[in-house]
């Protein structure tokens, strides 16, 4: 079992930054990748990004690439979301999810977070 809780959002001007944290319990945690997913008032939870399960490689939705970077900490049992150059569009709660593979498919994820809201201002 793993439980998963998303830190570090909030209110943000267009064209700064924002660290999202995924801190999760569990022995486990280290197995499982990790990915990122977002919801936007009004529409469909969206990917984002994804890291394997040791941070060697990481997946990014075009909508982000070259602006959003995501690593993790298996000592700390955290991932992070580092998100720069913001952009009002960026607005919606994000989540983190953990599942055995990395998968753009939010259904493959089993464990989720509550999510964090991110507002970005223009």
């Known amino acids: 079992q793993v439980q998963l809780a998303e830190s570090g959002g909030g209110l943000v001007q267009a064209g700064g930054s924002l660290r999202l944290s995924c801190a999760a319990s569990?022995?486990?945690?280290?197995?499982?990748?990790v990915g990122w997913f977002r919801q936007a008032p009004g529409k469909e939870r969206e990917f984002v990004g994804a890291?394997?399960?040791?941070?060697?490689?990481?997946y990014s939705a075009d909508s982000v690439k070259g602006r959003f970077t995501i690593s993790r900490d298996n000592a700390k049992n955290t991932v992070y979301l580092q998100m720069d150059s913001l952009k009002p569009e960026d607005t919606a709660v994000y989540y983190c999810?953990?599942?055995?593979?990395?998968?753009?498919?939010?259904?493959?994820?089993?464990?989720w977070g509550r999510g964090t809201q991110v507002t970005v201002s223009s």
């Open positions: 569990g022995r486990t945690f280290s197995r499982y990748a």
């Open positions: 890291v394997t399960w040791n941070g060697g490689i990481t």
């Open positions: 999810a953990a599942s055995i593979g990395v998968y753009r498919d939010q259904s493959r994820y089993s464990y």
